[in-house]
Every structure is written in structure tokens, then in C-alpha cells.
């Protein structure tokens, strides 16, 4: 058994099984769903988030793996995710606790506490009314810029985020940046819960999160030129270098983006 919880919580919950106590919390629940649940909760005056994994049993391990894909078996990806992007000078979510019991993956129970990330909005729900209310060059600018400048740190070294849309950046201080006070956005990434982490991502990994970026962009309003932009910031080359040098990558991360586009807006 694991436990590491902040000295508030482990003062809390002395003497009692931390594992219980995360079951019996109460808030707004989030999202509940087969082995994982996830609340806001209020302790000492301050706003956290809970995960609680309970399992989710061999079949369902057995079905991701049919199809080709990777189990979330608890709540250790997200506790490690969190320690490296903090480590590559990414803003994300801070942890204050964490716990694993259990050496069967199907049955293990574990749990990750974060605190709240106040006075935030997510990219899809900022960026959601440009087509109808279109933003400063500016703005549009340098956001483009700052999730180009994490996509490419967090894939340069070893993370895949794997739910890469924009609703997972969360922008602190809307009002200021909205009314230009604030020149570079403060964007935090969340919900890190199936990252995955390599020494080195194939490729598949990398078009796989910039395909699902790239999708979730696609009906805000931007043009061409701003998704250039991006190309060119991320990959850190001129365009001419990167659709010689990388073409069959941006090939796959648009077949690939379009292809999920049809799925789930389909005509």
C-alpha cells in the first residue's frame, strides 16, 4: 500500500483509512463511470478534486487491449504526469494526495486529491464563441503560440497526453487576458489521468494528440493561416522544411483529425 497526502490531509485523517475517507467524500459529482469517479469537494475552506479508481475488473483490461488500447488501471498516471510536466516548467494541477492498494490490476484501488484550479475557463468554452464574437489578432495570436510552445515540451519529452482537446487547457484570468492586461495566457493542463510516458514517443503517440488538438480547433473560427502557425511554432522549422521534411506527419495528424471530425459531427 502507497499513501502520500499533504500535511493538512494526513492530519486529518489520522488514525483512519484514507482510502474510506475518499469514498465517503461528498461534492458535485463530475463524472462517474465504470471504475472511476470523480467529485469536487470543500475541506478547510478551499475547493479540491477527487478521483477515486476502484477497478474497472479483467474484461474490461481484456477489451482495451483487444483494441489495441491502453487500460487506465488507476490513479498512479495521473500522480506521475502531474510530477513530470511540473518538472518541464508546465503549469497543471497540484497534487496533495495520493494512494494505491491492491496487486491486482483489475481490483486495485487507488485515489488522487488536486486542488482546484480557480478563476478558469476551458479553451473549447473561450475559444467556443470566436465564430460569432471574433477576437483581437492578439489574443488568437498567443494562444496559438502557448499551446504550441506546451504541445511541443510535453512531446519532446516522452508525454502523450491521449485526450489532447482543447477543453483540457484551462485559462486562468480571462477578464485580464480578454481586456489584453495580460500579454502571455496562463494555460494549465488537466485531466492527465491516461498520459502516457516514454523516453521517447513514436509517432503514432505524437499524431494521435496533435490530430485531436487539431480537431477540436477545427469550428472555432480559424483559419488557415492560424493553423500554419501553429505548424510552424510547434515544429520549430520554416513551413517550406516542415512539409518536406514532415509531410507524411502532417498528412496523418489531418487524415486523422477529419476522420474523428466525421465521426463525431457527421454531415
Not at 477515486?52 to 487491449?65: A, P, Q, R, S
Not at 515540451?153 to 477578464?175: T, W
Request: net charge positive.
Amino acid at each position: 500500500m502507497i499513501v502520500n497526502l499533504r500535511d493538512d490531509f494526513a492530519a486529518a485523517w489520522a488514525g483512519q483509512d484514507p482510502f474510506g475517507k475518499v469514498s465517503e467524500l461528498e461534492g458535485d459529482v463530475y463524472r462517474d463511470v465504470k471504475g472511476r469517479r470523480t467529485l469536487r469537494f470543500e475541506f478547510a475552506q478551499q475547493r479540491f478534486f477527487a478521483k477515486n479508481h476502484v477497478g474497472v475488473g479483467w474484461g474490461e483490461i481484456i477489451k482495451n487491449l483487444l483494441t489495441l488500447k491502453m487500460p487506465v488501471l488507476g490513479a498512479e498516471n495521473e500522480w506521475c504526469a502531474i510530477e513530470k510536466l511540473r518538472s518541464l516548467g508546465l503549469a497543471t494541477m497540484t497534487a496533495v494526495g495520493f494512494g494505491s492498494r491492491g496487486w491486482n490490476p483489475a481490483t486495485r484501488q487507488s485515489f488522487i486529491l488536486t486542488e482546484a484550479l480557480e478563476n478558469t475557463i476551458s479553451l473549447e468554452d473561450y475559444c467556443g464563441r470566436w465564430p460569432q464574437c471574433k477576437p483581437a489578432y492578439r489574443i488568437k495570436r498567443s494562444l496559438i503560440a502557448e499551446v504550441a510552445r506546451i504541445s511541443k515540451i510535453m512531446h519532446g519529452n516522452g508525454v502523450c497526453h491521449r485526450d489532447y482537446y482543447l477543453c483540457h487547457f484551462l485559462l486562468h484570468d480571462e477578464s485580464a487576458f480578454s481586456a489584453q492586461q495580460i500579454a502571455t495566457p496562463q494555460l494549465s493542463l488537466i485531466d492527465l489521468h491516461r498520459a502516457l510516458i516514454r523516453r521517447k514517443l513514436s509517432r503514432r503517440w505524437v499524431v494521435k494528440d496533435v490530430a485531436g488538438l487539431y480537431f477540436s480547433a477545427l469550428h472555432i473560427g480559424l483559419n488557415r493561416h492560424d493553423f500554419l502557425r501553429f505548424v510552424r511554432l510547434y515544429s520549430g522549422k520554416s513551413l517550406r522544411e516542415c512539409f518536406s521534411q514532415d509531410a507524411k506527419f502532417w498528412q496523418q495528424v489531418q487524415h486523422r483529425a477529419l476522420q474523428l471530425d466525421r465521426k463525431i459531427n457527421p454531415v
